[in-house]
């Protein structure tokens, strides 16, 4: 009998654990992704018509965040984002022709004319504002009933971090920002984001919303804040870091 494996198996973006939300041990498929080189770990697609096994349950990944470490998240993240890239690259996106997975890297590789395919992340902006020594801005998108965040959006091409955390802030909420300075990042698999975090001071404006993403936007003092994201976010350990002095 071969080596069980320890597998993040997924269906969407939940992912198979057991009562205790410990990973399965399974039989290596040859269809299988290989998660570390040299580790018993790899990553699936568990079908829809696919039998859940006794004792697991799907887990949406979301829902782990606040279960899990931020390492057994990052892992999972990983997992999840690889799985993503190689079933939407299983076609050349030069000339069509069906790809295959390179031997040693993480590559889709084109037999016909030989493009090669590897992950891609899209980086987003995360931000933290504030203004004088006790308030900080937090938005309610319109898809949210209560919890308020803070300002994030995807960097356009052609512009730095710095200059999209200015963007996305204008946009969304009408006020422009000074000093922004970086402070952490972390990986977010829906889909495939990594979400860079910055800290700006607010410089000038009244607060003008953009409507069909925002409901609601205010400064709050640092100690009456509204219902805000769950811990295990990096928004969350961004505010506890400004609010309340905890490490990122």
């Known amino acids: 009998m071969s080596e069980l494996s320890i597998a993040y198996i997924f269906q969407n973006q939940q992912l198979l654990v057991d009562q205790n939300l410990q990973l399965p041990k399974v039989e290596k498929l040859a ?9 018993q770990v790899i990553a699936r697609d568990l079908k829809e018509d696919e039998v859940i096994p006794e004792g697991f349950q799907l887990v949406p990944i979301r829902q782990l965040i606040t279960q899990w470490s931020i390492q057994e998240f990052e892992q999972a993240s990983r997992a999840l984002q690889l799985l993503e890239w190689r079933r939407n690259h299983r076609f050349c996106s030069h000339c069509g022709q069906k790809t295959d997975a390179h031997a040693t890297e993480y590559c889709m590789v084109c037999p016909d004319c030989g493009y090669h395919q ?18 900080l801005l937090l938005a309610k998108s319109v898809r949210q009933k209560t919890m308020y965040g803070l300002i994030a959006g995807f960097v356009e091409v052609g512009e730095t971090l710095e200059q999209a955390v200015a ?12 000093n922004v300075r970086y402070l952490s990042s972390q990986p977010w698999p829906f889909p495939s984001n ?4 910055f800290h700006a001071e607010y410089e000038s404006g009244d607060i003008q919303l953009q ?11 640092f100690e009456q804040l509204p219902e805000i994201p769950h811990e295990g976010s990096i928004a969350y350990r961004m505010i506890m870091h400004i609010t309340q ?4």
């Open 118 to 135: 590897y992950p891609r992340i899209q980086p987003c902006v995360i931000t933290i504002i504030t203004k004088g020594r006790d308030q």
């Open 211 to 221: 409507e069909e993403e925002i409901q609601d936007a205010q400064f709050f003092h």
């Open 194 to 197: 990594l979400m860079l975090a």
């Open 245 to 248: 002095g905890q490490t990122l």
């Open 31 to 39: 269809s299988d992704l290989l998660f570390n080189s040299g580790d």
């Open 167 to 178: 963007r996305e802030t204008l946009e969304e909420v009408g006020v422009k920002v000074k």
